[in-house]
């Protein structure tokens, strides 16, 4: 069975990664470019971050849009959606 592992933002500096209801880890956020979206935004203008698996990258949002237009179409059908 393959582990599932939720991450919540604490703060600009530190997110929680929790592996279990009883089980968390606080891992510190080493990169600026989550704490500060205009430097983030610099970066990528510059060329100096690779965006190609980077969470707000345009291929993973895609496929974020995907999920959630089939929840909705799950929701309105009644039955499952297989993506």
């Known amino acids: 069975m393959a582990r599932t592992f939720r991450f919540m933002p ?3 500096s530190t997110l929680v ?3 279990s209801p009883g089980s968390q880890t606080n891992i510190p956020v080493k990169n600026g470019y989550f704490r500060d979206h205009l430097a983030y935004l610099e970066a990528v ?3 100096t971050m ?3 698996n980077d969470l ?6 895609l496929i974020v849009v995907e999920i959630l237009h ?3 179409e799950s929701a309105k059908r009644g039955e ?3 993506l």
Do not use: P, W
Request: zero cysteines.
């Open 45 to 47: 203008l510059s060329g």
């Open 80 to 82: 499952r959606i297989v």
């Open 50 to 52: 690779d965006t190609e």
């Open 56 to 61: 707000s990258s345009l291929a993973n949002n």
């Open 17 to 19: 990664r929790y592996s």
């Open 10 to 12: 604490i703060d600009g």
């Open 70 to 72: 089939a929840a909705r």
